[in-house]
């Protein structure tokens, strides 16, 4: 048995809140968690001005169904199978998504890349294939991914501000692994600020509001 894989053409679907007309001053692309879909998460921005932000939340390339054979759709970026080549593929299908949308904002717009849950790595895997131009990311429940090594690329990350947003109740991030995690980000000279809140595995509007998006 032989193993092949052929390029082949996909649509992807992404959904945007906030001005399309070169107004925004701030573009934020917005990457769901697993079995998320994008017209749901995209949502969770709504507090935000729309003639200041464009918000742009593309969905993950794999659909399933979330309870087996039916019921509600869910979205992932990845799975364990053929990882890399999922991985090239979101890199490559979200850095074109970026190039589309920049056109869309001011000149001087501020780019920040957002993550929540799987989104997380979603996002930093994108960054290590791809090292986009980008003022800010915003890790929320979600981890690095602890496969890379990020200290060759200082002084990329030194450039721009990162956040970490975690609960103190979020069943899939204990205090052990929270630890764990602050002593990787240390070793691997991340210049991460990290922004622990009261809640568990979920997106709180007032965290994002007070503590992790630009004022307005």
Same mark, same amino acid.
């Given at each position: 048995?032989?193993?092949?894989t052929?390029?082949?053409q ?6 945007? !809140?906030? !001005?399309?007309?070169? !107004?925004?001053?701030?573009?934020i692309?917005?990457?769901?968690g697993?079995?998320?879909l ?6 969770k921005f709504?507090? @935000?001005?729309?003639?200041q932000? @464009?918000?742009?939340?593309?969905e993950?390339?794999?659909?399933f ?7 509600d ?20 299908? @979200? !850095?074109?998504?970026l190039?589309?949308?920049? /056109? ?8 920040i @890349?957002?993550?929540? *849950?799987?989104?997380c ?6 960054i290590? /294939? ?5 003022d800010t990311i915003?890790?929320?429940g ?9 200290r ?18 979020d /069943?899939f ?5 929270i ?13 991460? *600020? ?7 595995h979920?997106m ?9 998006l630009? /004022?307005y």
């Amino acid at each position: 048995m032989e193993h092949h894989t052929i390029p082949v053409q996909k649509t992807a679907h992404v959904y945007t !809140s906030g !001005s399309l007309e070169g !107004s925004a001053e701030y573009l934020i692309i917005a990457c769901h968690g697993y079995g998320q879909l994008s017209k749901y998460f995209i949502r969770k921005f709504d507090f @935000l001005p729309k003639d200041q932000f @464009l918000v742009v939340a593309p969905e993950g390339l794999s659909r399933f169904y979330t309870q087996g054979f039916y019921g509600d759709v869910g979205a992932s970026w990845m799975t364990k199978e053929d990882r890399l080549v999922e991985i090239d593929d979101y890199a490559q299908y @979200l !850095s074109q998504m970026l190039e589309h949308f920049q /056109k869309m904002i001011k000149p001087d717009a501020k780019v920040i @890349l957002y993550g929540f *849950s799987q989104g997380c790595a979603t996002v930093m895997r994108w960054i290590m /294939k791809k090292f986009p131009a980008i003022d800010t990311i915003i890790l929320y429940g979600g981890l690095l991914p602890e496969d890379l090594d990020y200290r060759p690329f200082t002084t990329y990350f030194q450039a721009i501000e990162m956040k970490w947003a975690y609960g103190d109740t979020d /069943k899939f991030i204990d205090q052990k692994r929270i630890d764990w995690h602050l002593a990787f980000i240390r070793d691997q000279l991340m210049p991460i *600020s990290t922004v622990p809140y009261n809640g568990g595995h979920e997106m709180i509007r007032e965290v994002m509001k007070e503590k992790l998006l630009p /004022k307005y």
